[in-house]
C-alpha cells in the first residue's frame, strides 16, 4: 500500500494500521473494499509543503486528472455514435429460424 496520512484511507483500516507497531501484522480488516490484512514495515513521520513545493505536483495531478475526464467523454461519445455489424465468420452458414 504504501506511505498513506491517517485520514486518507477508510477508518477501519486506518485505525487499524495506525495501531500497529513496526513489525507487526494486523488481524484480518474488513471493508467496503474487500478483505486487508496489513503489516507494519515502517512509519514515518508526517510533514508539510510549502506552497511553491505543492504548487507543481498539485497542477500535474489535476491536468492528469482533466485529460482522464475528457478521454471518459470522448468515450461515451463514441459508443453513442458507435455503429456494431456482426458478421458471420468465413465458411459458416447463418443460423435460421428466427428471421436472423
Not at 507494519?40 to 492528469?64: C, G, I, N, Q, W
Request: hydrophobic share 45%; net charge positive; proline share 6%.
Amino acid at each position: 500500500m504504501g506511505f498513506f496520512a491517517q485520514d486518507s484511507m477508510v477508518p477501519a483500516l486506518a485505525n487499524a494500521a495506525f495501531a500497529l507497531k513496526i513489525g507487526e501484522i494486523s488481524g484480518v480488516i474488513e471493508t467496503q473494499f474487500g478483505f486487508h490484512i496489513v503489516k507494519m514495515l515502517e512509519k514515518r513521520p508526517t510533514s508539510k509543503m510549502s506552497f511553491e513545493e505543492a504548487k507543481e505536483p498539485v497542477r500535474r495531478l489535476l491536468k492528469e486528472n482533466r485529460a482522464g475526464e475528457k478521454v471518459a467523454e470522448l468515450l461515451v461519445k463514441l459508443k453513442e455514435s458507435a455503429t456494431v455489424v456482426t458478421m458471420a465468420p468465413p465458411g459458416s452458414t447463418p443460423a435460421s429460424g428466427d428471421g436472423g
